[in-house]
């Protein structure tokens, strides 16, 4: 099962960009969809960007255009570049490891990291 950690969480302004990181360890990183979820306080659980083991993309319609998902299987990580933040991205961003069924690898979820929004 892989292990993910999330960093570069943190406190920015409205406009600002901050760029998420998700590093995986315990191997067949290539293998899963990785995605990026966010969570805030009496919120449901948002899907926010998800790439797939090809690298192809899809993304919530309110980031769109600002939010970039890229994974890099030699360094085992996948990052999530927000740009042109806005008060309403402030939540615990998490990421999520699907293997799409392969067969013996199990699903997995980071700790998550915080990104506030404010002036």
């Known amino acids: 099962q892989v292990q993910l950690v999330e960093s570069g969480g943190g406190l920015v302004q409205p406009g600002g960009s901050l760029r998420l990181s998700c590093a995986a360890s315990?191997?067949?990183?290539?293998?899963?969809?990785i995605g990026w979820y966010r969570q805030s306080p009496g919120k449901a659980r948002e899907e926010v960007a998800v790439?797939?083991?090809?690298?192809?993309?899809r993304y919530a319609d309110s980031v769109k255009g600002r939010f970039t998902i890229s994974r890099d299987n030699s360094k085992s990580t996948v990052y999530l570049q927000m740009n042109s933040l806005k008060p309403e991205d402030t939540a615990l961003y998490s990421c999520?490891?699907?293997?799409?069924?392969?067969?013996?690898?199990?699903?997995?979820w980071g700790q998550g990291t915080q990104v506030t929004v404010s002036s």
């Open positions: 999520n490891a699907d293997p799409m069924n392969f067969p013996g690898l199990l699903p997995s």
């Open positions: 315990g191997g067949s990183f290539g293998r899963y969809a």
């Open positions: 790439i797939t083991p090809g690298s192809s993309t």
